[in-house]
């Protein structure tokens, strides 16, 4: 596994140890395009003023999402983030429920009451985003400790930004969660910015799996565009707190392609710098492993982008065909 101290070399995923099975593998590579190919469309949707408010992209984290949920069992809890809408489609939300909650139209599960950034889905018990940041570690963290005096076994994952680590609530949920043991994975996308401020200004930390350590439980940095560096250490740290060991902090070295969100064209940062991610583009790179592997061939990747394809315009019709919402149903399930 890429530990701390070790993080793997951002070029070739490095497993060699064939311990995957074909049907994993290509599970993942499945999740991956699924995940791209939605966010790519939902950023022209928006463009398009298909929907209002804004739209926060996560292209260029697909293999960090993916790798931290795809192990996950439905009775498992996810605490996404504004920019983890995708954390529903890992956990099995179906795409026409996506696309219409970011529609706001009658059909979505909360019936058009929230924002694009605040998908959830109560089903599949995916927590609806807290709007500050770091806000979502707190409530994520208070799951964990109710399954804990349940005394179940499922476990959270916890998804935040490296801007998070920085605010009180951060602090806070981390030190409660080590104290009390609880069965929660924090997964902090670090993509080097947080809106326009740069992560030399966030922290003074080279990783910030460190803060691990404050917490008196294990963090660990890994190559955050390496599908199967973040699945080996999300699976093991799942492992961990479902077997009631407590917490983990894996931080994903990752970044974030497009601006903050849709409205904001990041000029503070340099073309070469962008440049440079994407060149190591999560997907082409598994891919190459998968095809020197020959678990994946030209034919099969053709016709999984043509099935995904076809399986997303189907969910933009039904959202766009669903009606929207009654003006008088505004103040249903609303207390007073
Ligand atoms: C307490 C608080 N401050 C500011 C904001 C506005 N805001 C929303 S997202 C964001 C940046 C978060 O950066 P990071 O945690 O690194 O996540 P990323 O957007 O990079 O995924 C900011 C400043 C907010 N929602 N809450
Ligand atoms: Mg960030």
Known sequence: MATKGSPRALAEPEV??????????????????????????????????????NFYSGVGHEATEVGAAYSLREDDWIAPSHRDWTSNIIKGVPLKFCFAQLFAKATSPDRGRSSPAHMGYPPLNIITPASSIAGQLNVGTGVALGLKKLGRDSVVVSFFGDGATSIGGFHEALNFAGVHRLPILYVCKNNLWAESVPLRLQTALKDLSDRAKAYGFPGLTVDGNDVLAVYEAASKAIVRARSGEGPTLIECKTYRWYGHSEIDPAKYRSKEEVEAWKKKDPIPRFEKYLIDRKVLGEEVKAEIAAQITAEINEAVEFADQSPYPEPAEATDFVWS
């Open 16 to 53: 060699e140890k064939s311990a995957y099975s074909r049907e994993l593998l290509l599970g993942l590579y499945r999740m991956l395009v699924k995940c791209r190919l939605c966010d790519e469309k939902a950023r022209i949707l928006f463009r398009q003023s298909k929907f209002a408010g």
